[in-house]
């Protein structure tokens, strides 16, 4: 429960950011607009009676219907939510605050990038905010090696290129493209690259000393390699360590102390699985 209670708060954040980045940078500037929100935005262009957030949930039933059979029920309930959310703050900050235009550059940079912040948290909690993000988890089955921004990239694309249209300016399709890509790349920071993970080699006459060092100050598992030089065909014993960017320092640290002539090589790491590290769930992004 404890769980669930903090995931459902995650997503909650999350949609309301993804709301106060279209309230705020996306609507005022008429910039297009993928996915059902952008169909939204051009039938309220033509009936302002009918809000984004009204149509965007309206618009979203029958792909939840489709979504159901193939991503399960848990994945679509959370989706629901995040969707009647997001929708819901959409129209909430619309009454609250008339947002104006500002400089177009300005707009869609920061509103890609606080979009990508709230789609971000919503994805990793196994969400999505409906539309063309359930398409992309659809497609993300058939080609799971590939991000969801750039899956997305594509249902998005087609839909901004009718809200264009709608609007009559291709400036709209432009600066719309540009805010898809930042908030493409800023979601998948925060879904794959935010973990700041490192992985270390370690070349040293001293392993020993060095790897029980690291076993017990670190608390990581180190792993014994078989080497060779091939200059001087001497066996050697390389370690490998996995680690947090915040432990560097420390581990830098103790293995200079130990052997200042140590060869040592940092290497960034992404996705590291397992005891002290994220841990694998089957419907992950």
Same mark, same amino acid.
């Given at each position: 429960m404890k769980r669930l209670v903090k995931s459902y708060g995650l997503i909650t954040a999350g949609c309301l950011i993804y709301a106060l980045g279209f309230a705020w940078f996306?609507?005022?500037?008429?910039?297009?607009? !993928? $996915? *059902?929100? #952008?169909?939204?935005?051009?039938?309220? /262009?033509?009936?302002?009676p009918l809000t984004v957030g009204l149509l965007t949930i309206a618009m979203n039933v029958p792909l939840f219907a489709v979504g159901w059979r193939k991503l399960g029920?848990?994945?679509?309930?959370?989706?629901?939510?995040?969707?009647?959310?997001?929708?819901?703050?959409?129209?909430?900050?619309?009454?609250l605050y008339d947002f104006g235009p500002m400089d177009p550059f300005l707009a869609c940079?920061?509103? !890609? $990038? *606080?979009? #990508?912040?709230?789609?971000?948290?919503? /994805?990793?909690?196994?969400?999505?905010?409906?539309?063309?993000?359930?398409?992309?988890k659809l497609m993300k089955l058939k080609w799971p090696w590939l991000p969801i921004g750039d899956l997305l990239m594509v249902p998005n694309l087609l839909v901004m290129l009718v809200v264009a249209?709608?609007?009559?300016?291709?400036?709209?399709?432009?600066?719309?493209?540009?805010?898809?890509?930042?908030?493409?790349?800023?979601m998948d920071s925060i879904l794959y690259g935010m973990e700041n993970s490192r992985v270390a080699y370690i070349v040293s006459d001293?392993?020993?000393?060095?790897?029980?060092?690291?076993?017990?100050?670190q608390h990581r598992g180190v792993t014994i390699l078989q080497g060779h030089g091939a200059y001087t065909g001497a066996e050697k014993q390389v370690?490998?360590?996995?680690?947090?960017?915040?432990?560097i320092v420390e581990i830098k640290r103790q293995i200079h102390d130990l052997d200042p002539a140590a060869f040592l090589i940092v290497c960034d790491a992404h996705e590291v699985m397992?005891?002290?590290?994220?841990?694998?769930?089957?419907?992950?992004?």
């Open positions: 996306i609507a005022p500037n008429q910039f297009a607009m !993928g $996915g *059902v929100t #952008g169909l939204a935005q051009v039938i309220h /262009f033509y009936c302002p029920g848990h994945m679509l309930v959370s989706s629901l939510y995040a969707m009647l959310a997001s929708s819901a703050a959409i129209d909430v900050f619309a009454l940079l920061y509103g !890609g $990038g *606080v979009m #990508g912040v709230g789609s971000g948290m919503i /994805f990793a909690q196994g969400a999505t905010t409906g539309g063309t993000d359930i398409v992309g249209a709608a609007f009559g300016t291709l400036d709209a399709l432009l600066y719309g493209i540009v805010k898809m890509v930042i908030s493409s790349k800023v001293r392993w020993r000393d060095i790897a029980d060092s690291l076993m017990r100050s370690l490998m360590i996995a680690f947090k960017q915040r432990e397992g005891r002290g590290f994220r841990q694998y769930q089957k419907d992950e992004i």
